[in-house]
């Protein structure tokens, strides 16, 4: 490059590749390790460890036989499978669900069938959900007199004009 050349650089370059590291997991009878379907995806499929009914309008705490020992400072989070949701109505009840580094019992989901005509089966071995495993901070709260003054302040619930403006109970 001369030094009267002012042109920049506009090559893409590749993005990093993710990190790598060790998820231990036990399983418990017959229970599926938790794997992703594309090598580039952020979820490890969660599968039931047993059959489950789950009425309209029902919901169910289903077992996936798997327990996990989350590296320290991260996070699991439960997430819905679209698929399932799309498909049968069938979500995660309190999703994303979090499970804490520390937390060494099976890894259970909350399930509830969104439909309310239709009855949802979930069989053994079906992908139910999906586990991130995401850094977290762990902040330590300290009470002070005032918070630091931004533009949007205390403007909440419909403030951006997306929701009518009304009022919540």
């Known amino acids: 490059m001369h030094s009267d050349d002012h042109s920049v650089d506009t090559a893409v370059r590749p993005p990093r590749p993710a990190a790598v590291v060790e998820l231990p997991v036990v399983l418990e009878d017959g229970a599926v390790m ?37 590296p320290e400072g991260t996070v699991g989070l439960v997430c819905p499978r679209s698929g399932l949701a799309a498909r049968h109505g069938v979500t995660v009840l309190n999703g994303p669900g979090v499970v804490d580094a520390g937390y060494r019992g099976e890894l259970r ?3 509830i069938n969104t439909d309310q005509r239709v009855g949802a089966t979930i069989r053994r071995g079906d992908r139910i959900a999906q586990l991130l495993v995401m850094p977290v901070l762990l902040p330590q709260p300290t009470a002070v007199a005032e918070l630091t003054e931004t533009t949007r302040a205390a403007a909440g619930f419909g403030s951006t004009g997306t929701l009518a403006a009304t009022e919540v109970h």
């Open 34 to 70: 938790p794997s992703r379907a594309h090598a580039d995806d952020a979820g490890l499929d969660l599968t039931s460890s047993e059959d489950v009914e789950l009425p309209p309008g029902g919901r169910a705490l289903v077992g996936t036989g798997v327990r996990v020992a989350l």
């Open 109 to 111: 989901v909350a399930l």
